[in-house]
């Protein structure tokens, strides 16, 4: 792992004469307005399927030009594909037979493993130069309209380079990311799919199994605690169902492990042990409070 | 259960020329503020044990008075216990022997069953009339400077008589609450440990169990989804662990219920089965979703 001090990524500031962003939702468009404001890009040209979607994007200025022609990333010098996770791997082969041989290509897609191993899986034959990025940057807001340039500010963004990405790539990618404002890790695909199992799918996961499970009649008797536990199952079925199946090993694993201190916290209670209870409260307790508000 | 709409709670503006509120921290303190602020009470009797939190609650007008001395309730009109959940039995039977005969009792603990059960075991010697409540209004925030005198307008307020409690009481304390702002709800003891171990107790064990979970090495790597499933494993370790014994038989059912619909969830990762998935997920949003933000 790269430490985010490391004076290569983000020293200078870079600049992309023409960026195409494929999907101007929240992250596509968070990163367009980003990318105007802080200078960093001449041109940002949307990229995406629904002319409404795009319309809204160029009058927001999240965007200079749109375009439903996906053939139009052959003009830009970066590519950034930030649609939903299981149609990223289907766009990186369509972007590469577009782009300018040597063009930097990136996601924003929340699993790696899978979307890295296919793009791999022909690396002697691409055009184009891809390294994976995950903004760990979300909202449960969507669409065009939820974009925010500082969307990215003081977060982080993981990089995950292949173990055939050569070292520049690897530059240009994190040195992208970190000029957004993000601080930057490099990691194997797979080490972001096993942390981000446990930080953000299982968690998902988690909040899903607890809203559905509370009876009906239990609803109107729900407070902030049952709010905040459960405010992400109410992110979008479709997208969250390709995350959780495109990363299934690693997230039934953190499931599990969190179903051991649940078993543990019953077997607690039932014995009615006190000492036990309170000793797994405040184990968590101080995991909550190590993260911050 | 009592219909909020029925017009015995809450029609009429009630006024208790003095209030006692044993413990002035978050619950009592805004329920002090609520009184004062209505002009629900003339006095509002401040009672605890740390004369530094009283002299903090009467510098920020959440009591008319202070003192230390229990036996203070017996000039009160009206009595709340507003302490920890495991303090609540002893010191009602101390409130009982030292208020005027037939004044009425009620306090905010978040169980109900066993502090319910404990008054009505000597039922016929009591001076004062209990009716047990409970205000479904928290924060993560503590202690006197948290008080908020709008912390219940909007809010629910459950009060739970025992099958010998007379009807009278009951619209007492319903009016009380009511008063404050709160929705009143009535029902017997058991049944609101058993919908409160689904509507808070048993989520707070899985956000105990997801921070506990969470490997330190992934903690960098939580964004909003974690930190929001999470927030409430940041409380009290004490008193979330008188809580949750308290209610332990409720909470290990319910705990089992999302363990039932986890499980579920993790095998139809494990066969990828997406329709399975997503099902659950869209059941999940229509629960969230049906509660509001």
């Given at each position: 792992?790269?430490?985010?001090?490391?004076?290569?990524?983000?020293?200078?500031?870079?600049?992309?004469?023409?960026?195409a962003?494929?999907?101007?939702?929240?992250?596509?468009?968070?990163?367009?307005?980003a990318?105007?404001?802080r200078?960093?890009?001449?041109?940002?040209?949307?990229?995406g399927?629904?002319?409404?979607?795009?319309?809204?994007?160029a009058?927001?200025g999240?965007?200079?030009?749109?375009?439903?022609?996906?053939?139009a990333?052959?003009?830009?010098?970066?590519?950034?594909?930030?649609?939903?996770?299981?149609?990223?791997?289907?766009l990186?082969?369509?972007?590469?037979?577009?782009?300018?041989?040597?063009t930097?290509i990136?996601?924003?897609?929340?699993t790696?493993?899978?979307?890295?191993?296919?793009?791999?899986?022909?690396?002697?034959?691409?055009?184009?130069?891809?390294?994976?990025?995950?903004?760990?940057?979300?909202s449960?807001?969507?669409?065009p309209?939820?974009?925010?340039?500082?969307?990215?500010?003081?977060?982080?963004t993981?990089?995950?380079?292949?173990?055939?990405?050569?070292?520049?790539?690897?530059?240009?990618?994190?040195?992208?990311?970190?000029?957004?404002?993000?601080?930057?890790?490099?990691?194997?695909?797979?080490?972001?799919?096993?942390?981000?199992?446990?930080?953000?799918?299982?968690?998902h996961?988690?909040?899903?199994?607890?809203?559905?499970?509370?009876?009906?009649?239990?609803r109107?008797?729900?407070?902030?605690?049952?709010?905040?536990?459960?405010?992400?199952?109410?992110?979008d079925?479709?997208?969250?169902?390709d995350?959780l199946?495109?990363?299934?090993?690693?997230?039934?694993r953190?499931?599990?492990?969190?179903?051991?201190?649940?078993a543990?916290?019953?077997?607690?209670?039932?014995?009615?042990?006190?000492?036990?209870?309170?000793?797994l409260?405040?184990?968590?307790?101080e995991?909550?409070d190590?993260?911050?508000?």
């Amino acid at each position: 792992m790269r430490s985010p001090e490391d004076p290569a990524l983000g020293a200078m500031k870079p600049h992309w004469p023409s960026v195409a962003i494929v999907g101007v939702g929240l992250i596509g468009g968070s990163v367009g307005q980003a990318l105007l404001a802080r200078r960093l890009a001449g041109r940002v040209i949307g990229i995406g399927r629904d002319p409404q979607s795009l319309a809204e994007a160029a009058r927001l200025g999240t965007v200079t030009e749109t375009t439903t022609d996906l053939a139009a990333v052959s003009d830009a010098d970066l590519v950034l594909v930030a649609t939903a996770v299981g149609s990223i791997g289907g766009l990186l082969e369509r972007i590469d037979a577009a782009v300018s041989p040597g063009t930097p290509i990136t996601d924003a897609g929340s699993t790696k493993a899978r979307i890295v191993s296919g793009w791999e899986r022909h690396r002697r034959r691409r055009r184009g130069r891809f390294v994976g990025g995950h903004p760990l940057a979300g909202s449960h807001r969507r669409g065009p309209s939820a974009a925010d340039g500082d969307l990215f500010a003081g977060r982080v963004t993981v990089v995950t380079p292949a173990t055939a990405t050569p070292a520049a790539d690897v530059e240009t990618i994190g040195g992208f990311w970190s000029a957004l404002g993000s601080t930057v890790y490099v990691m194997p695909p797979r080490e972001h799919d096993r942390l981000l199992a446990a930080a953000s799918h299982a968690p998902h996961a988690v909040a899903v199994a607890l809203a559905a499970a509370t009876p009906a009649a239990a609803r109107r008797f729900t407070a902030g605690g049952w709010r905040d536990t459960t405010r992400i199952a109410a992110g979008d079925p479709g997208l969250w169902a390709d995350i959780l199946l495109d990363n299934a090993a690693e997230v039934t694993r953190a499931l599990a492990r969190v179903g051991r201190v649940t078993a543990r916290l019953q077997a607690a209670l039932e014995r009615r042990d006190r000492r036990a209870v309170e000793m797994l409260l405040v184990r968590a307790k101080e995991a909550r409070d190590a993260v911050g508000s």
